[in-house]
């Protein structure tokens, strides 16, 4: 669905530029802003749902800056990524371009501790969309075959204004 507001203003504020295998750079070209803490960021489509939602995976790789002091990936930073991944995502299935929409609800629940130096990959699915809001859920994981699942969660995203 289509909030009104054209593309040329994502790639105003987003960079766009393809990469390897699919994915896709999901980095604010204005560095003074917080998701710069955990960029760079990627993003690309995923195989659809066995029901046929829509599913994406934004990555990020997580840093010492990024740890506790149990070594581990902070809570925040988890969090962090998963928001600006319902973002990135809706953007890749279309029910999305730059604008100012928010972020109305999260829920998440942690399931186990993120690893610092490997990707930490939010894999976001499409719940449902409606005509201005849009449901998601998902998992954070790490690890071959995402064996390892460090958070489960699931948002509400209210679109932009048109007008």
């Given at each position: ?37 955990i960029e760079p960021l ?30 581990n990936v902070h809570g ?9 991944a319902l973002f990135a ?75």
């Open positions: 669905m289509n909030d009104g507001i054209e593309e040329p203003k994502r790639r105003d504020h987003f960079s766009a530029a393809e990469l390897d295998g699919g994915w896709i750079s999901w980095d604010l070209k204005d560095a003074t802003r917080f998701n710069a803490f990627t993003v690309r489509l995923e195989s659809p749902t066995p029901d046929g939602r829509p599913r994406a995976r934004v990555r990020m790789v997580p840093e010492r800056k990024h740890s506790n002091l149990g070594d925040a930073v988890t969090l962090a990524l998963v928001d600006i995502a809706s953007h890749q299935f279309g029910s999305l371009n730059a604008g100012h929409s928010v972020t109305l609800d999260l829920s998440t629940q942690f399931v186990g501790a993120g690893r610092v130096g490997e990707p930490l990959d939010a894999v976001v699915e499409l719940v449902r969309e409606t005509g201005r809001l849009i449901f998601l859920r998902g998992l954070v994981v790490q690890g071959a075959d995402d064996s390892h699942i460090v958070l489960s969660f699931a948002g509400t995203i209210r679109k932009a204004s048109t007008g």
